[in-house]
């Protein structure tokens, strides 16, 4: 299937987050960055749902700081498990093209500034003085290609906690950990840059990309690059939030009473529906 060739492309994602636990909790709090961007360059929310199984709840829908759709859900009490479960539709419209931004966003302290997950150390800054280009595109394009080598793909060495500058020391892990390591060089190098939560059709499970900001005129483009795979974004990727960091757009979180031990599955299949 020849997507990048396609004018329009339609997509499907359902995805479920089951919590089980051994003995009733309470106090249940869940936040839930899974619902895509309204819009996002040229990628289109259609529609959704996201239903809530196995307890009585509220919820709570809000835009965080940078435009992603955060849900929150509180349920007094959980006799054995919680379900979440999205269903929704998407319409990639090529002619829009990457997501713009005022000019502003290019001297944006979330895009520039470390944060815990990706603080460099002098590895890292020395891995990016490879990686000068002549402008924030070339120096992207580096930086993608350098993080990619820097990292074997190996799931389960890593996790959530892992810094940028722990998994380049380790030499593996996992595709949010490769985009940690790309935006610790950018922002070292003064590019802007943010962390990507979303999906790569034909690939399971979520995936993490990065995207660079990079003057357009008088405002700025969101150029999209997958440093896990070593190249730039196409139309397979189905962008579902932004952040600084993955701690930012983390798919789920939350807290509880009760025993520790709850375990968590989960399910995802995103289909292409429509090409024209």
Do not use: K
């Not at 940028?164 to 380790?170: D, I, R, S």
Request: charged fraction near 25%; charge should be positive; hydrophobic fraction near 40%.
């Amino acid at each position: 299937m020849d997507l990048d060739g396609a004018r329009r492309i339609g997509f499907r994602v359902e995805q479920s987050f089951r919590y089980a636990y051994a003995a009733p909790v309470t106090a249940l709090a869940q936040r839930l960055v899974v619902v895509p961007r309204r819009r996002h360059g040229d990628l289109h929310r259609r529609s959704h749902r996201l239903a809530v199984t196995g307890a009585a709840h509220a919820r709570r829908v809000r835009q965080d700081a940078a435009g992603n759709t955060v849900v929150r859900v509180v349920a007094a009490r959980v006799e054995q498990a919680v379900e979440f479960r999205l269903t929704a539709t998407l319409d990639r419209v090529v002619d829009d093209g990457p997501p713009e931004l005022p000019a502003a966003a290019l001297r944006a302290p979330r895009a520039l500034r470390a944060t815990r997950l990706t603080e460099p150390d002098d590895a890292l800054r020395e891995l990016a003085d490879r990686c000068r280009g002549a402008d924030h595109r070339e120096t992207a394009e580096r930086a993608c290609t350098v993080a990619h080598a820097a990292l074997t793909y190996e799931y389960g060495v890593t996790s959530v906690r892992t810094t940028a500058a722990q998994a380049l020391a380790g030499g593996r892990g996992v595709c949010q950990d490769s985009a940690h390591v790309m935006l610790a060089m950018c922002r070292l190098l003064g590019v802007p840059s943010r962390y990507v939560s979303g999906h790569l059709v034909g690939q399971g499970g979520t995936h993490a990309w990065v995207e660079v900001l990079v003057p357009h005129g008088d405002r700025a483009v969101a150029l999209a690059f997958d440093p896990c795979h070593g190249r730039p974004a196409h139309h397979g990727y189905v962008t579902v939030a932004v952040g600084r960091d993955y701690a930012d757009v983390a798919p789920t979180s939350g807290t509880y009473v009760g025993a520790p031990g709850g375990t968590l599955t989960g399910s995802r299949e995103v289909t292409v529906v429509s090409v024209e």
